[in-house]
Nanobody, 115 residues
Framework: QVQLVESGGGLVQPGGSLRLSCAAS????????MTWYRQAPGKERELVAT????????SYAGSVKGRFTISRDNAKNTVYLQMNDLKPEDTAVYYC????????WGQGTQVTVSS
């Protein structure tokens, strides 16, 4: 049974930083490409970042390039999203998932950037 548990969200002022974590279980994490998504109120869920199994290949949405960094620790079955220079438009619920064979969406973690 796949389990994905996001954490690390919170309230931050513009220009601040947060580091999100996603603890994964129930599948072979080390061979699985992982992603971060976000969904703002009233908007569609959007892909934010992807990291492939080897860890050296990543992809980002244009809106977060240069500010966010996705990484993974296969020994801990955890994927991270380091978010710097946060902007109000980054406010959303952030979710992790497998890039392929997407699992049921969890509760995510709320990121609120106040202005």
């Amino acid at each position: 049974q796949v389990q994905l548990v996001e954490s690390g969200g919170g309230l931050v002022q513009p220009g601040g930083s947060l580091r999100l974590s996603c603890a994964a279980s129930g599948f072979t994490f080390s061979s699985t490409a992982m992603t971060w998504y976000r969904q703002a109120p009233g908007k569609e869920r959007e892909l934010v970042a992807t990291i492939f199994s080897a860890g050296g290949s990543t992809s980002y949405a244009g809106s977060v390039k240069g500010r966010f960094t996705i990484s993974r620790d296969n020994a801990k079955n955890t994927v991270y999203l380091q978010m710097n220079d946060l902007k109000p438009e980054d406010t959303a619920v952030y979710y992790c998932n497998r890039r392929f064979q997407v699992s049921t969406w969890g509760q995510g973690t709320q990121v609120t950037v106040s202005s």
